[in-house]
Nanobody, 124 residues
Framework: QVQLVESGGGLVQAGGSLRLSCAAS????????MGWFRQAPGKEREFVAA????????YYADSVKGRFTISRDNAKNMVYLQMNNLKPEDTGVYYC?????????????????WGQGTQVTVSS
């Protein structure tokens, strides 16, 4: 099991940027793919981005391609989500999670060990 703690959320105007961080505890961090999801009020949790264990492969939702970048630093057990050109529709609680390799990278069911989330609010 891995414990995950997200940080870096906040209030930003449309067009602005934020960088989210996810700190992981536990061993063999580089063995796991990691993902970011978000959940807006009244909506289901949705996939945002994911990265393979060695960082060589990344995956993005169509809605964030070209604006968000996922990265990781395995020496520090950290995963990051750089978010640029933010839009009001990016508002939500952002969660990081460990990929279990059981259901691919895009599905909620393929993840475990969710963090507590960090709020991102984008004003228009």
């Amino acid at each position: 099991q891995v414990q995950l703690v997200e940080s870096g959320g906040g209030l930003v105007q449309a067009g602005g940027s934020l960088r989210l961080s996810c700190a992981a505890s536990g061993r063999a961090f580089s063995n796991y793919g990691m993902g970011w999801f978000r959940q807006a009020p009244g909506k289901e949790r949705e996939f945002v981005a994911a990265i393979s264990g060695n960082g060589g492969n990344t995956y993005y939702a169509d809605s964030v391609k070209g604006r968000f970048t996922i990265s990781r630093d395995n020496a520090k057990n950290m995963v990051y989500l750089q978010m640029n050109n933010l839009k009001p529709e990016d508002t939500g609680v952002y969660y990081c999670a460990r990929n279990t390799y059981l259901a691919g990278y895009y599905s909620y069911s393929g993840y475990a060990d969710w963090g507590q989330g960090t709020q991102v609010t984008v004003s228009s």
